[in-house]
């Protein structure tokens, strides 16, 4: 049986599980697996029992559509306990791309556990020259996507506040590297991540906080006027979009 580190640093909840997707993945891809990982909320201490994901990633020594095809049954298994689809990588493709995804690399190399294999993640060399263009690109392509997205939904309170829920979420990463950008010092933590981005960027970042504490289900913004969330949202967006210009 193949060896398996550091299982203990995962949360309790999700051990069993992970140790057995890893074990039965193995069997699938033999020696052809070089490293496998555990990311996102998982590794980071910001897991949610029966709310977040257990994201996993495998960097193969080659990767072909059969190594997908083969893992089929297997992920399919593994939804229930709420495994993503691993994120298939190799050595070459990590080299090419680093450049193109600097912001998910880095929060890859920060934030992984290494439960078999070598770890790759860790020496990967990200630079974060690339990081500016990126945040900027993303956050004003995203500020255009919640707008137009109000358009379409704007009168529907049930889709106002996934809008805003999912926009939030998907920004998160973003607001991380913002933060890297003048401080060598990122937290994990997301609640501290909104509070370190509102004193770097002089933003009211409280609607960041409401909006993330709702989906975590521990304060409900769902009975006030989602359409001021909404524009306090959009705010903030804009007044990062200008300082990232």
Known sequence: MAEI??????????????????EKFLE???????????????????????????????????????????????????KHHRITPPLFLTQEYIQQSLDVFPVEFLDLKE???LLYGEDVLSSMNV????LKLFCEEQIKGKLLRVRQSYLE????ARGKEALLKESLHSLIPVFRNLIRLGNP????????????????????????LSVYRDRMNDERIAGGDI???????????????????
């Open 5 to 22: 580190k550091n299982i203990q640093q995962l949360p309790e909840s999700v051990r069993t599980h992970v140790a057995k997707f890893i």
């Open 28 to 78: 699938l891809h033999g020696t052809n697996v070089l490293s496998f990982v555990v990311y996102g909320s998982a590794a980071s201490g910001n897991f949610v029992p029966k709310v977040s994901d257990i994201n996993v990633a495998a960097v193969l020594k080659i990767l072909k559509f059969a190594d997908l095809k083969k893992s089929l049954h297997l992920v399919k298994e593994s």
């Open 111 to 113: 934030q992984h556990i």
């Open 127 to 130: 630079d974060v020259r690339h």
């Open 153 to 156: 939904i704007g009168l529907n």
């Open 185 to 208: 010092s990122v937290p994990s933590g997301k609640e501290d991540i909104f509070k370190i981005l509102g004193q770097d960027y002089g933003i009211d970042s409280s609607v960041l």
């Open 227 to 245: 359409d001021l969330y909404l524009e306090k949202y959009l705010e903030v967006l804009e007044k990062l979009a200008a300082k990232v210009d």
